[in-house]
């Protein structure tokens, strides 16, 4: 299969709310709680047992491991079933403040030194 993350995605202990966005701004889902598998600097990959929609935008939520909150607007690019009934989720940012970025860096930074 074809790489097509342009970021390197970080196993992080993290934590993540979702809520949905639709075309006139109003939200459609309470808050969601996904597992997060992995993260970089251009998106997240996740398993929630909530059908979420491929295309679909959602504020997120993101407690890093400094327990500091990221929020920022993904895009959901893919979906995979897994074995255990859950689904896998491919999301990139699409809205995050440079600052929050900076941060994903920082930490990729301390793993690989």
Do not use: C
């Not at 970021?7 to 109003?26: A, F, P």
């Not at 398993?47 to 920022?72: C, F, H, M």
């Not at 600052?99 to 930074?109: H, L, N, P, R």
Request: glycine share 8%; charged share 30%.
């Amino acid at each position: 299969m074809e790489e097509k993350r342009h970021h390197k995605r970080l196993k992080l202990d993290v934590s993540i709310q979702l809520e949905r966005l639709t075309e006139d701004g109003t939200t459609t889902y309470d808050y969601t709680q996904v597992v997060v598998t992995d993260v970089s600097r251009g998106g997240i990959g996740f398993q929630s047992d909530e059908p979420l929609e491929v295309g679909g935008y959602y504020n997120t939520r993101i407690q890093i491991w400094t327990k500091e909150v990221i929020d920022a607007v993904i895009e959901i690019v893919r979906k995979q079933k897994m074995e255990d009934g859950t689904d896998k989720y491919g999301a990139t940012f699409i809205g995050m403040s440079d600052t929050d970025a900076i941060k994903i860096d920082i930490y990729q930074v301390f793993r690989e030194a």
